[in-house]
Nanobody, 129 residues
């Protein structure tokens, strides 16, 4: 059974940085695609940064390109979302999710939250202006 937990959210001023962490038990990032999604109040959940390390397929939301990056630490079974130059519009609950890499559609322009079957509890990021 895959269990995920996202952490690292908090309150930060515009222009600041945060690093979100996703701990994953029961899943290897070699075999699973990982997705970071976010949901702002009153809005639908949207993909932020999703990657299949197996074959390199990557989706990065246009709004975060050049500001957010993803990394992993296999020894700790952790994945990270480094968020720099944060903006008030980045305020949202952030979720990490995983799914076997061959079961998700990830293109540079498209990712679907519904493809990911395992989700962690979200972590709130609030960016003040």
């Amino acid at each position: 059974e895959v269990q995920l937990q996202a952490s690292g959210g908090g309150l930060v001023q515009a222009g600041g940085s945060l690093r979100l962490a996703c701990s994953a038990s029961g899943a290897s990032f070699d075999d699973y695609a990982i997705g970071w999604f976010r949901q702002a109040p009153g809005k639908e959940r949207e993909g932020v940064f999703c990657i299949s390390f197996k074959d390199g397929r990557t989706y990065v939301a246009e709004s975060v390109k050049g500001r957010f990056t993803i990394s992993r630490d296999d020894a700790k079974k952790m994945a990270y979302l480094q968020m720099n130059a944060l903006r008030p519009e980045d305020t949202a609950v952030y979720y990490c999710a995983v799914e076997p890499w061959h079961r998700v559609v990830i293109t540079p322009a498209f990712v679907r939250a519904g493809d990911f079957g395992s989700w962690g509890r979200g972590t709130l990021v609030t960016v003040s202006s």
